[in-house]
């Protein structure tokens, strides 16, 4: 057993006053504690400016599961626009023993940030909770119908919250890897659902924004902890991700060698939904909303469950 060097004692590059905590591999800064959540606010301030992600006036829905990222965000938001312009939206997806915790955190900090919260359930929204849909999902991923549940759920509670933006917690690292997985397998119309710059929007829906979009997994946990966010302990009983935890370990390792790249997968996400014409898709035959098919994914996907179900019964 080696004795660990003792590292210099740095001091923050921000106020040249306070003991650094940490340091910023991608610009060479020290922080200190209090700059360190002074800049994560002010990039997101900065963020939304520069993409005009909420514009003057408008009324912002947040999403809310409860985790870390999302209670970060409603705080700062908080901060920045006024409690009043806030909805904090919380997606029950019923998964007992896991999503109470969560669902009580997204309540508690809203309440305490003087937020209106509401709260969605897969129950009441489709007739299913994720528990009752465990026995029925045969070859779908309970992430994949997790997901496609859960964007509807939001676009109808932020229509019935009459919100114009509906921002959601999605970080660097969350869009980086989005785009990444798009590029394996070729659905480049997803690129559009996830545009990092403009939102993306239909007739139907609020502009849906990330206002966090430049801003590293690593810093939010940090902020979180800084700012005594409660911390989940339960992960979800259903996760498999599949591709996406080597893709997220892949783009670790290419950061740690080469500080700044995610940024740069970023630029060029951006420059390639800029550079591409979506197709202006149709609308589903049965519930009318946005789809690429005759029916969109959730009527599909109910279609599965619904005859999945059939069989099990009889
Ligand atoms: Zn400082
Ligand atoms: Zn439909």
Known sequence: MGVSPQLPAYTCSK?????????????GEYLCKKCFVKAIYKKTVETIKKYKLINYGERVGVGVSGGKDSLSLLFILSKFLGAERLVSITIDEGIAGYREEAVGFAETVSRRLGVKHVVYTYKQLFGRSMDEVQPLKGDHSSCSICGTFRRRALDIA??????????????????????LIILTNGDL?????????????????????????????????????????P?????????????????????????????????????????LVERRTFRNGGSCSRCGRPSRGSLCQVCMMMDALDEASRLHGG
Do not use: W
């Open 15 to 27: 106020c040249k006053k306070r003991p650094a905590f940490y340091n910023r591999a991608y610009s």
């Open 158 to 179: 932020a229509e019935e919250a009459g919100v114009d933006v509906l921002a959601t917690a999605h970080n660097l690292d969350d869009l980086v890897q989005s785009f």
């Open 189 to 229: 119309d997803r690129l559009a659902e996830a545009n990092p710059a403009v939102g993306y929007s239909t007739a139907f829906s609020a502009r849906k924004v990330h206002p966090f979009m430049a801003i590293y997994e690593r810093e939010l946990a940090i902020f979180a902890m800084l700012k005594r966010f």
């Open 231 to 271: 911390m989940q302990s339960v992960t979800c009983p259903y996760m498999n991700e599949g591709i996406r935890t080597e893709v997220r370990n892949f783009l670790n390792t290419l950061e740690e060698g080469h500080p700044g790249i995610k940024f740069e997968l970023l630029r060029s996400y951006e420059g």
